[in-house]
């Protein structure tokens, strides 16, 4: 089980966010494309962070 999480540079939660899909399960190897949205005016900057933290795994951070 995968959860995403859409962050700012301080590591707050961007609200509100639409996930295409938030909690997902993928097996090892495998990928998914989840669309994101988000009003401008809940991002102060534009460099967004997404956090996905699965189940026995570490979490991780990508920021764009």
Do not use: C, F, K
Not at 7 to 26: A, E, S
């Amino acid at each position: 089980m995968v959860r995403l999480s859409l962050l700012d540079q301080h590591g707050d939660r961007v609200l509100p966010t639409i996930y295409g899909d938030n909690y997902l399960w993928l097996l090892p190897g495998e990928s998914r494309t989840v669309t994101l949205s988000w009003p401008a005016s809940a991002l102060g900057s534009n460099r967004p962070v997404l956090h996905a933290e699965a189940y026995n795994s570490p979490p991780v951070m990508s920021r764009s």
